[in-house]
């Protein structure tokens, strides 16, 4: 198990960017495949990237490609999600989320796939 911890949210204009990270505990990070979801109050959480345990495979949800960026650094236990061209539609709560993965190539989209979740970060985008 690891714990997560997001930071980074905030309010911000449309079409201004943001920098979300998630601080992971323990000393098993590398093994882990981690994901990014967001919430609107009322909604059903959905999927909006995920990268595999070693970096090399990423995967968007089509609402997001080309604006956002998943990342990951195994050497200081972090995964960041860079976002830019941010729309008002981007206004969630962003969570991160991670799990033991099955091959270092594997992503994962589905919110019931991971087991271990931060607590979330409000991001804002007014118009």
């Known amino acids: 198990q690891v714990q997560l911890v997001e930071s980074g949210g905030g309010l911000v204009q449309a079409g201004g960017s943001l920098r979300l990270s998630c601080a992971a505990s323990?000393?098993?990070?590398?093994?882990?495949?981690m994901g990014w979801f967001r919430q609107v109050p009322g909604k059903e959480r959905d999927f909006v990237a995920a990268?595999?345990?070693?970096?090399?495979?990423?995967m968007y949800a089509d609402s997001v490609k080309g604006r956002f960026t998943i990342s990951r650094d195994n050497a200081n236990n972090t995964v960041s999600l860079q976002m830019n061209s941010l729309k008002p539609e981007d206004t969630a709560v962003y969570y991160c989320?991670?799990?033991?993965?099955?091959?270092?190539?594997?992503?994962?989209?589905?919110?019931?796939?991971?087991?271990?979740w931060g607590q979330g970060t409000q991001v804002t985008v007014s118009s």
């Open positions: 989320a991670g799990r033991v993965a099955y091959s270092y190539g594997s992503v994962y989209s589905r919110q019931e796939q991971y087991d271990n």
């Open positions: 323990g000393r098993t990070f590398s093994s882990y495949a």
């Open positions: 990268i595999s345990s070693s970096g090399g495979r990423t």
